[in-house]
């Protein structure tokens, strides 16, 4: 694991042979849902040795329809998730979209992630880079894992080494997206750390009702298939009730289905070792 990681990671006993673990609610609603979320999912890392970074975004600004729900406010939801990452003494990351966002955001979190939509867009990532915090660039749902190289070297260009990739699938038509598991090797030869978006990538895109769709029960293929592929981490939304999140319900895990997903998680990485 890298060393910019292992860092972040100060504070938790878990086994360096593990895959760690991106997972929390899409965004953030309340207080309650947070406290929620990164308690049962940061006891069952503890429990199984998983490293952890506790994932909601304060904002959502890549909505389909304009009556989507978007956030609590910015300072709000940032400073909640500064809240709960010192109750529970866990790494928190969450997405920016905007150059000012940038350095506001590194005020409150420890890892700052870059939408797919948003992955070439040269000002964002020099701006990201600039705060010094650990950068985490999705993949573009239309990008190759060989064009991500490119994303890479800006950060670095910026004075920044902290980088890790996320594959997040690939457009596939208007409305649907397939994973295309080469993409973690080859981003793997970047240098960095490769993340499998297990939620985003089961998402169904651009439905006319205006509220994206999703494909949750592949999570556990999904997720199973991107261990064996050698990801050094995962990506998972989840939620109490899926069905009533403000936002990617219905792609997100239901949160007391994450334990025993991540137990047969562990003996495919022991497995492949």
């Not at 005020?107 to 990201?128: G, H, K, S």
């Amino acid at each position: 694991m890298e060393a910019f990681l292992k860092n972040i990671f100060t504070g938790q006993q878990y086994d360096e042979k593990n895959f760690f673990l991106i997972a929390g609610p899409c965004v953030v609603e309340n207080e309650e849902l947070l406290l929620q979320v990164a308690g049962s999912v940061s006891a069952s890392c503890r429990k199984l040795g998983i490293p952890y970074i506790f994932k909601s975004s304060y904002k959502k600004a890549n909505r389909t329809s304009s009556g989507s729900f978007t956030g609590i406010g910015d300072e709000s939801a940032l400073q909640l998730l500064q809240s709960t990452s010192k109750k529970y003494t866990v790494p928190v990351v969450t997405d920016i979209h905007s150059e000012p966002e940038a350095a506001m955001a590194a005020r409150y979190v420890d890892v700052l992630q870059i939408p797919a939509f948003l992955c070439r867009q040269t000002e964002l990532l020099n701006a990201a880079a600039r705060t010094g915090k650990i950068v985490n660039v999705k993949k573009g749902q239309f990008v190759s894992g060989e064009a991500m190289k490119f994303a890479v070297e800006k950060i670095y260009n910026a004075g920044n080494k902290k980088v890790m990739l996320t594959e997040r699938g690939t457009t596939f038509g208007y409305q649907d997206l397939v994973v295309d598991y080469r993409n973690i090797p080859i981003m793997k030869s970047h240098g960095v750390p490769v993340i499998m978006d297990v939620t985003h990538s089961l998402q169904q895109p651009n439905q006319g009702s205006g509220v994206t769709g999703g494909n949750p029960q592949m999570i556990e293929t999904i997720s199973k298939a991107a261990i064996a592929a050698g990801a050094d981490g995962l990506f998972i939304e989840t939620h109490p009730d899926p069905s009533r999140a403000l936002s990617d319900g219905a792609n997100m895990l239901r949160l007391d289905l994450l334990e025993s997903l991540l137990e047969k998680l562990i003996k495919i990485r022991k497995a492949i070792l």
